[in-house]
């Protein structure tokens, strides 16, 4: 597969680890760049993460559901961390959030000053902040306005498919990002056969082959209307082919998360070679 460029890195391949679980720990994020992955994103950074949250996972026939919210780890092990990454020319995207603007401004200046080379605000995450009913284009615009006024750093807004999806996009554009990611969760539930209530007591985060669909359509809107900064497609990732979906309608770049909670490396490598195959078909196909 050949090389691309996102968020102002040269990658091998389009293919990128989304932030999750998965990339909590330096060893993983490493492991699975040497798997194949183009680029990974870390965990996302907050100064003062939810401690009072029962955290878990749900595995669902067509996906999962996440009462997951952001790293536990001190910024402290985290900007150490970056400055590894950095010093060994790692693709490694920081994803950060704070609970304001100018916190998470500031954050990204500190993330800025250990080398790491680029940024994703995961702001919209919807299992904290009342399940982020209030996301607005202008919440969306302070965050990012904030963080373009303390780094010079790429970054990309990651955000939820959804009601205003658009108007949202565009104000991260406006305040400065250089791309968005889409999709982030969205709102989920089950019901457990053992007791007929609700999967970890609520609505919370789900992600997987079933919203597949919903984030290509939501895509192909944006870029109907429009909608020009680069996008990084995000859902239900299991396959070189749905790599390769995504790109057919917009996307620069795909990231793969929930599909990698079954056999992590295996899965990983399995995608990029799908992707890689399929992406040689198409150039002798056009040669």
Not at 88 to 112: F, K, N
Request: aromatic share 4%; net charge negative.
């Amino acid at each position: 597969m050949s090389a691309a460029h996102v968020l102002g890195l040269r990658i091998r391949n389009t293919v990128i680890v989304g932030s999750g679980l998965l990339t909590d720990q330096e060893r993983n994020i490493r492991r699975l760049l040497e798997t194949g992955a183009g680029a990974v994103v870390t965990k996302t950074i907050h100064p003062s993460p939810p401690t009072d949250l029962d955290e878990r996972l749900v595995r669902l026939p067509t996906g999962m559901l996440n009462s997951t919210t952001y790293s536990k780890r001190p910024v402290a092990h985290w900007l150490a961390a970056l400055r590894s990454f950095a010093q060994d020319g790692l693709p490694v995207i920081a994803s950060v959030h704070a609970g304001s603007p100018e916190e998470l401004g500031t954050l990204a200046a500190e993330v800025q000053a250990t080398g790491c080379r680029a940024l994703e605000l995961g702001i919209s995450c919807l299992n904290e902040e009342a399940g982020l009913e209030e996301d607005t284009p202008d919440r969306v615009y302070a965050y990012a306005s904030a963080t373009r006024a303390r780094t010079s750093l790429p970054f990309s807004v990651k955000l939820a498919i959804g009601e205003g999806l658009a108007d949202r996009a565009r104000a991260a554009g406006e305040g400065g990002a250089d791309a968005v990611t889409v999709s982030d969760t969205i709102p989920g539930a089950a019901i457990s056969p053992a007791t007929g209530e609700l999967e970890l007591g609520g609505a919370f985060g789900y992600s997987g082959p079933g919203i597949k669909p919903l984030v290509l359509a939501a895509i192909w809107r944006l870029r109907a209307r429009g909608f020009g900064l680069p996008v990084l497609g995000c859902g239900g990732v299991a396959s070189g082919r749905d790599v390769a979906d995504y790109l057919a309608v917009g996307a620069e770049a795909v990231q793969v998360y929930t599909a990698l909670h079954t056999d992590m490396h295996a899965t990983l490598h399995r995608i990029v070679t799908e992707s890689a195959g399929i992406t040689a078909r198409a150039l002798e196909a056009t040669s």
